[in-house]
């Protein structure tokens, strides 16, 4: 049963038809009531709509009429009585429908958005129709204005009293805008830096983060370690935000992009052996917010060895496009590298050797540093990758330079 077919029901003798439907004076009083109200509901929950991606036949937008019916029938309730409007109770039924409905992902400010519109419904669509000698009608404008006073701060107070409630309504506002922004769906700046707490005209950084273990990543030890990159990176602010059991997506932002030399200090960082990090490039605004996340996908699909925990999107920019096609790039590495794609241990350190040898600019001395090899050794395995090839290096070097780093990365294994 609706609020305000309740309240017609408990108010036989009162004047809440004339109130509501003035024109069906003495017909079916409780549905009269009850339709009015429900079509102020639904009136208030579509204007909230929109920005609320309130949607379903039994979903958050369901979930908002009980709250504005109990509101209207509040409201009105006050014509019929002689109680001060700021001293009314709220009926006891609020706190359920509030629970429900921010359960639901519906937020406070919509629930209080949704009181508004059907606060303003009453006004324009009765109130203001009365005519203008009506002894009541300034007393009733009050009385509505008062009484949605009353009921917000009943819902706002409802809203707060449960600190698991605020917790779950305030995650999934955020993981409801964060979709929104990385999906590139339009959105409102404002109601997007309210909910993520962050300048969206600042630098921002994306960090997915991910576990090496088969069980979920404890939420505790991640933000613990989000918070210690934070501070080491020295960024303005941060947000973190869990996109599956075993990994989190962690943003950074600063008014101005951190030079090299702060990036550099991730290497003296100590995360949890089995974490790994994926760190997308710098970028501003919101489009920044956006594409940073994007690169830090990239390189958290990419296979990743073991020298470090994480890794950066200019690493693997190139090699994420052109292994969005796993077999296509496997094929091209066959058909670029010919015998030296061979999977043989012996084949494999040869071509690793050229290919440390090439992105060194031919330089054997760093080479051999890297590899830990003398430099006879890398001009002798070069050598031989050579002749595996099978054809004169400089005629194709771009592309056996990118096929020996897409072997490099498969042959690394995945996360």
């Given at each position: 049963m609706s609020a305000l077919r309740r309240l017609s029901d408990e108010s036989p003798h009162?004047?809440?038809?004339?109130?509501?439907?003035?024109?069906?004076?003495?017909?079916?009083?409780?549905?009269?009531?009850?339709?009015?109200?429900?079509?102020?509901?639904?009136?208030?929950?579509?204007?909230?709509?929109?920005?609320?991606?309130?949607?379903?036949?039994?979903?958050?937008?369901?979930?908002?009429?009980?709250?504005?019916?109990?509101?209207?029938?509040?409201?009105?309730r006050g014509f019929t009585t002689h109680t001060t409007p700021s001293s009314a109770v709220p009926p006891a039924s609020l706190p359920r429908y509030v629970y429900i409905?921010?359960?639901?992902?519906?937020?406070?400010?919509?629930?209080?958005?949704?009181?508004?519109?059907?606060?303003?419904?009453?006004?324009?669509?009765?109130?203001?129709?009365?005519?203008?000698?009506?002894?009541?009608?300034?007393?009733?404008?009050?009385?509505?204005?008062?009484?949605?006073?009353?009921?917000?701060?009943?819902?706002?107070?409802?809203?707060?009293?449960?600190?698991?409630?605020?917790?779950?309504?305030?995650?999934?506002?955020?993981?409801?805008?964060?979709?929104?922004?990385?999906?590139?769906?339009?959105?409102?700046?404002?109601?997007?830096?309210?909910?993520?707490?962050?300048?969206?005209?600042?630098?921002?950084?994306?960090?997915?983060?991910?576990?090496?273990?088969?069980?979920?990543?404890?939420?505790?030890?991640?933000?613990?370690?989000?918070?210690?990159?934070?501070?080491s990176l020295g960024a303005r602010r941060m947000l973190l935000s869990s996109t599956a059991p075993r990994s989190a997506c962690l943003w950074l932002s600063w008014r101005h992009p951190p030079g090299e030399r702060v990036l550099r200090s991730r290497v003296t960082l100590a995360p949890p052996p089995w974490l790994r990090a994926g760190f997308g490039p710098i970028a501003p605004g919101l489009e920044g917010f956006r594409r940073s996340y994007v690169g830090a996908m990239a390189v958290s699909r990419a296979p990743m060895d073991d020298t470090l925990w994480f890794r950066d999107y200019r690493d693997v920019a190139l090699m994420s496009l052109v292994m969005a096609d796993t077999e296509q790039a496997q094929c091209f590495v066959r058909e670029t590298l010919g015998a030296l794609a061979d999977p043989d241990p012996g084949v494999a350190e040869m071509r690793e050797t050229l290919r440390t040898y090439l992105a060194y600019g031919r330089s054997r001395i760093h080479a051999a540093n890297q590899l830990h090899v003398a430099r006879n050794t890398v001009a002798y395995r070069v050598a031989k990758a050579v002749r595996l090839l099978g054809r004169v290096l400089e005629r194709d070097e771009v592309n056996v330079r990118i096929a020996l780093e897409i072997a490099h990365l498969t042959s690394s294994g995945s996360n």
């Amino acid at each position: 049963m609706s609020a305000l077919r309740r309240l017609s029901d408990e108010s036989p003798h009162s004047s809440v038809v004339d109130i509501v439907v003035p024109e069906q004076q003495g017909s079916g009083r409780g549905l009269a009531a009850d339709g009015w109200a429900l079509g102020v509901a639904r009136a208030a929950a579509d204007a909230v709509k929109g920005g609320a991606c309130l949607h379903g036949e039994n979903g958050p937008a369901t979930a908002v009429e009980p709250v504005v019916q109990e509101y209207v029938a509040f409201a009105l309730r006050g014509f019929t009585t002689h109680t001060t409007p700021s001293s009314a109770v709220p009926p006891a039924s609020l706190p359920r429908y509030v629970y429900i409905a921010l359960r639901q992902g519906v937020t406070l400010y919509q629930l209080l958005h949704a009181i508004s519109v059907a606060r303003q419904h009453i006004v324009d669509r009765y109130i203001l129709s009365l005519p203008g000698h009506h002894p009541s009608r300034g007393d009733r404008l009050s009385i509505t204005v008062t009484r949605a006073e009353v009921f917000s701060r009943s819902i706002a107070e409802t809203y707060l009293s449960d600190s698991d409630v605020d917790r779950s309504a305030r995650r999934v506002e955020r993981a409801r805008v964060t979709c929104d922004v990385v999906a590139g769906r339009p959105v409102d700046l404002a109601e997007v830096e309210r909910v993520l707490e962050l300048d969206m005209s600042d630098h921002h950084l994306a960090v997915m983060l991910w576990s090496l273990r088969d069980e979920s990543a404890p939420t505790d030890e991640l933000g613990r370690f989000a918070k210690e990159l934070k501070r080491s990176l020295g960024a303005r602010r941060m947000l973190l935000s869990s996109t599956a059991p075993r990994s989190a997506c962690l943003w950074l932002s600063w008014r101005h992009p951190p030079g090299e030399r702060v990036l550099r200090s991730r290497v003296t960082l100590a995360p949890p052996p089995w974490l790994r990090a994926g760190f997308g490039p710098i970028a501003p605004g919101l489009e920044g917010f956006r594409r940073s996340y994007v690169g830090a996908m990239a390189v958290s699909r990419a296979p990743m060895d073991d020298t470090l925990w994480f890794r950066d999107y200019r690493d693997v920019a190139l090699m994420s496009l052109v292994m969005a096609d796993t077999e296509q790039a496997q094929c091209f590495v066959r058909e670029t590298l010919g015998a030296l794609a061979d999977p043989d241990p012996g084949v494999a350190e040869m071509r690793e050797t050229l290919r440390t040898y090439l992105a060194y600019g031919r330089s054997r001395i760093h080479a051999a540093n890297q590899l830990h090899v003398a430099r006879n050794t890398v001009a002798y395995r070069v050598a031989k990758a050579v002749r595996l090839l099978g054809r004169v290096l400089e005629r194709d070097e771009v592309n056996v330079r990118i096929a020996l780093e897409i072997a490099h990365l498969t042959s690394s294994g995945s996360n």
